[in-house]
């Protein structure tokens, strides 16, 4: 339906309602996932990509055609699209919507940012120097299987300790207070082969 005159008064009334537009980086795709409270005539959505996101910069690499009737909806509606020809590198998105009769808006810009390979990292260890217990806190992108391994500064073994890690945050504890007095790494590496990961703590 038209909207009233009045509603002009603040500008075009947009075809849609977007809510927000979201992506993230899953193994080696990116992800982009966005919702609709509202549509109105509103043909689908070019996805645009650029690794620096000036304006100039974008490039189209994909089209989702609206999932409303007629392209009217006053539904919630989600959207995904899965980039599988992304560079490992920060990537920038934006979508924009077209409308039945061409005309078309840009949503807000969206960061994926560089994956580590195969996404796994130490976020912190703490308290660094500890007497006692060490707390590893292990943000992940993947579930696997993982060890942390700590050695001297000699690069003997000291302690291993085997953990499943699981898609976002995880943390673990390790009891260090049988180890001398020394500097420590600690090295998290995952059973598919990505990338370990070296930190540095204190005994003391």
Request: charged share 20%.
């Amino acid at each position: 339906g038209k909207p009233d005159a009045g509603a002009y008064e603040f500008g075009t009334i947009l075809p849609i309602t977007l809510l927000n537009l979201k992506g993230e980086r899953i193994g080696s795709t990116n992800k982009l996932v966005w919702t609709t409270a509202t549509e109105n005539n509103n043909l689908g959505f070019e996805l645009l990509r650029s690794n620096n996101a000036t304006n100039n910069n974008f490039t189209k690499v994909g089209f989702v055609a609206s999932k409303a009737i007629n392209g009217n909806s006053s539904n919630t509606l989600v959207y995904t699209f899965e980039d599988a020809n992304a560079t490992a590198n920060n990537t920038y998105y934006k979508l924009k919507q077209i409308d039945k009769d061409g005309k078309f808006y840009f949503s807000n810009i969206v960061l994926v940012k560089a994956s580590k390979a195969a996404g796994i990292d130490i976020a912190a260890i703490y308290p660094n120097p500890t007497k006692d217990n060490l707390s590893v806190s292990i943000s992940s992108s993947l579930y696997t299987k993982a060890s942390l391994v700590i050695a001297d500064i000699f690069g003997k073994i000291v302690m291993q300790q085997n953990i499943n890690l699981v898609t976002g945050d995880n943390a673990t504890s390790i009891n260090v207070n049988k180890l001398a007095a020394g500097n420590y790494t600690i090295k998290l590496s995952c059973e598919n082969g990505c990338e370990s990961i070296i930190k540095k703590f204190v005994k003391l």
